[in-house]
């Protein structure tokens, strides 16, 4: 079920927003539901009861006995505003689906899917002139997106450090398009632009976290992740059709005439640097910090350089659990919130385009009789557009999963 599940969220669009109108489109939140919560802290974070494949040195933190199986969805409403119109849009999308295991003494490994970037709008832009025969209209419109498969190992090389390292197959397809016809002369020549990007990709992140114990209640955690730049194995092509307007908003591929031209460059995807720590008191209260740094301006797209922006992204976040031991559910629930600020790869006429700040709750409730954990997090993200002429973004995301935490690996003994 769960698999089906997550083949109907990589078939449709996962977003309305019109900046996925550039380039990869919008890039996923990484993270499982307790760091989603959490404003997206996960580089220290060493969770024995949930997956945190964002630095897979965490793989050491499973115990010998336990196998997790974790998922989550998400379902969004976003309000576009441009300070003249305003719009709603519902999506709903896979975060991820994720195993998670020890397999030896000192090793602990991970795998399951992921999206990495999506693409989904549709807007139209329309010119009034005077003579109404010279009225024209632009559609843009795109879809598609980019997903991951990966298998991850971890090491603990003493009782303090541990190395790990996720190898990811990247495949997808996005495509971008445009389309110019003229609504009150259907006998004018229009044009549509079709750009249509495809890869598949392998592609690595190494981790390491150091734990420290000082004292008999306090715990401390430094992570550090690291992603190389990576040109992607890639086929790209640009399709023009032109012909009456008519033809074209009928789609009449016999009264076009259509040129399909391959695209040679290259597209890639950028190093990444990731650093964090957290914080754990009595094992109760759980504090991390974040930052991260993504060098897209050193990344070609479809064979041209210089398309985006360095993106950068800071996260805070927290944890509280009342008592581990607790006889009442409440007590074993973990509540968390957190927030961030990011300065997203968008890039508009030479400028960055937007700034984005989110906060976020939630908490998981324990599962009666068993060691699993239901996850619920609401999540407010605002996305400001750097000049007047670009469009807000308010978005409210409720984040839905299930942690399915069981002691599978032990041997009943007989007597």
């Excluded at 441009?82 to 689906?97: G, I, W």
């Excluded at 010279?134 to 843009?140: E, I």
């Excluded at 954990?373 to 999963?401: D, M, T």
């Amino acid at each position: 079920m769960l698999l089906l599940v997550s083949g109907l969220g990589f078939a449709q669009n996962n977003t309305n927003s019109p900046y996925t109108r550039y380039g990869y489109g919008q890039l996923a939140e990484q993270g499982a539901s307790n760091s989603l919560a959490m404003g997206g802290v996960a580089y220290g974070i060493r969770d024995k009861a949930h997956t945190n494949f964002v630095n897979p040195a965490s793989y050491t933190a499973v115990d010998s006995l336990t196998f997790i199986f974790e998922g989550g969805i998400s379902l969004q409403n976003t309000n576009f505003d441009n300070n003249s119109n305003k719009v709603n849009a519902k999506n709903t999308r896979l975060d991820y689906l994720t195993m998670h295991f020890r397999v030896g003494k000192d090793f602990g490994m991970s795998f399951g899917l992921l999206p990495f970037a999506n693409v989904g709008y549709d807007m139209e832009n329309t010119v009034e002139d005077e003579d109404q025969e010279k009225t024209y209209s632009t559609n843009y419109f795109g879809e598609g997106g980019f997903h991951q498969a990966y298998v991850g190992l971890a090491y603990k090389i003493n009782r303090k450090f541990s190395i790990g390292a996720n190898i990811s197959y990247l495949w997808g397809d996005i495509k971008h398009a445009m389309m110019v016809t003229f609504p009150y002369n259907t006998s004018a020549y229009g044009i549509t632009r079709e750009e249509d990007l495809k890869v598949n990709s392998v592609k690595i992140d190494i981790g390491a976290q150091y734990s420290y114990q000082f004292g008999k209640k306090h715990f401390a955690t430094f992570g550090a992740v690291f992603s190389p730049k990576l040109n992607l194995h890639n086929d790209a092509y640009q399709q023009d059709a032109l012909g009456l307007t008519n033809a074209l908003l009928s789609g009449d591929a016999s009264g076009l005439t259509v040129t399909t031209t391959d695209i040679k460059g290259k597209s890639g995807i950028p190093m990444t640097i990731g650093v964090g720590g957290a914080y754990i008191y009595d094992g109760r209260l759980t504090v991390g910090l974040d930052a991260t740094y993504q060098q897209w301006s050193k990344v070609p797209f479809m064979g041209q350089d210089g398309l985006f922006a360095d993106m950068t992204k800071v996260s805070l976040g927290a944890e509280y659990l009342p008592d581990p031991v607790g006889r009442r559910f409440y007590m074993r629930t973990k509540y968390r919130m957190g927030l961030y600020y990011s300065r997203p790869y968008y890039k508009i006429d030479g400028k960055r385009a937007t700034t984005e700040w989110g906060v976020s709750a939630g908490f998981s409730i324990p599962i009666i009789r068993s060691r699993s954990y239901f996850n619920l997090s609401a999540q407010y993200v605002r996305v400001n557009g750097q000049n007047s002429g670009l469009i807000n973004e308010n978005q409210l995301r409720i984040n839905i999963g299930v942690t399915f935490n069981e002691r599978w690996f032990y041997k009943t003994r007989v007597n």
